[in-house]
């Protein structure tokens, strides 16, 4: 799996938790945040315990670890909830910004901005080299209802202007991560990926985990600790 990150970027693990686990996960999500906006929520691990849990877990360790370091802590959580009710396509891109617990004003840190009131920034390109995301699904996703599409190898390109990335896409050639119920997707943050409207009446729901073996220079610091 390392080999495989490393070198196109991303890898689909298969059956990471059961069924039973992730309908308890979408269960627990459910019944903690009654008001959530419908399409997703930040912070997750922070009002959610066993999502907290799960991220801390040997079966998560064991992917963190594996595919980063040892040393990777949690630095962000986001829960994604897709369906024709709350619908929505992702252009080709990176994720580029980081959440942070205030803003500061550090060379090489840029663009600035406010997601839900956090405060977020554009890292030079070796902190993002030092990330992984993890992607925990609790639906099956294929082209029907927004599973992610990837250009294996795109994070070896670096930080790309926005403007080109589409291009970038048609040029590499793209890749559908299809996935079943407890599978796992991770990928490097530079790694294009994009998700198209659902069209089918299946959920698209996923924990969004994101792990980092770096210090961020002080006084920075990362927002979501654990």
């Not at 956090?118 to 699904?137: E, K, S």
């Not at 796992?184 to 089918?200: G, I, Q, V």
Request: aromatic share 6%; glycine share 6%.
């Amino acid at each position: 799996m390392r080999s495989q990150l490393d070198h196109v970027g991303f890898a689909v693990v298969e059956g990471v938790i059961e069924r039973s686990h992730a309908e308890m996960l979408a269960h627990d999500i459910d019944a903690q945040l009654p008001d959530v906006p419908a399409a997703g929520f930040r912070g997750l691990t922070q009002l959610v315990p066993s999502v907290r849990t799960l991220a801390q877990s040997p079966e998560l360790r064991a992917l963190v670890e594996t595919g980063l370091s040892a040393n990777a802590r949690l630095v962000r959580s986001i829960y994604f909830n897709k369906s024709q009710e709350t619908n929505w396509q992702v252009a080709w891109h990176q994720d580029l910004a980081i959440a942070v617990q205030r803003r500061v004003e550090i060379q090489g840190f840029v663009t600035w901005s406010s997601k839900d009131g956090v405060p977020h920034v554009q890292p030079p390109a070796h902190i993002l080299d030092r990330m992984l995301t993890v992607r925990l699904h609790l639906d099956p996703a294929d082209e029907s209802n927004g599973a992610l599409w990837v250009v294996p190898e795109s994070h070896c390109l670096g930080r790309l202007p926005a403007g080109d990335a589409a291009g970038v896409a048609e040029r590499m050639g793209k890749h559908l991560c299809a996935v079943n119920i407890g599978d796992a997707m991770l990928f490097k943050p530079l790694l294009l990926h994009a998700s198209r409207k659902a069209t089918s009446s299946q959920a698209r729901r996923v924990i969004h985990l994101e792990f980092a073996d770096v210090e961020l220079p002080a006084p920075l610091q990362w927002s979501e600790v654990a």
